[in-house]
């Protein structure tokens, strides 16, 4: 049984960090790249960050120099530095997971950036 179990979201003012946790199991193979998309208010989802097994990453550029994208191979755990926020930052940020040719999504954490 996959699982994605997030950890992190919460209630920041500009310009402060939090760091967002997934950690994956279940897995018969190695996830080969996980990853943070995010969705806003009536926006669609969208791509945050993504790190493969051998540690390449791909950030959007609304986040980067702020945010930064790590794993944890031997946990199959991946994580989320985010620093700097902005209140356009807030939104759902949901964990993806690749293994296999299979897509696997977390439900969610909530992260609000107000003051």
């Known amino acids: 049984q996959v699982q994605l179990v997030e950890s992190g979201g919460g209630l920041v003012q500009p310009g402060g960090s939090l760091r967002l946790s997934c950690a994956a199991s279940?897995?018969?193979?190695?996830?080969?790249?996980m990853g943070w998309y995010r969705q806003a208010p009536g926006k669609e989802r969208e791509l945050v960050a993504r790190?493969?097994?051998?540690?390449?990453?791909n950030v959007a550029d609304s986040v980067k120099g702020r945010f930064t994208i790590s794993r944890d191979n031997d946990k199959n755990t991946v994580y989320l530095q985010m620093n700097t926020l902005k209140p356009e930052d807030t939104a759902v940020y949901y964990c993806?997971?690749?293994?296999?040719?299979?897509?696997?999504w977390g439900h969610g954490t909530q992260v609000t950036v107000s003051s």
């Open positions: 279940g897995f018969i193979f190695r996830p080969t790249t």
């Open positions: 790190i493969t097994i051998t540690g390449n990453t």
């Open positions: 993806n997971v690749l293994s296999n040719l299979n897509t696997y």
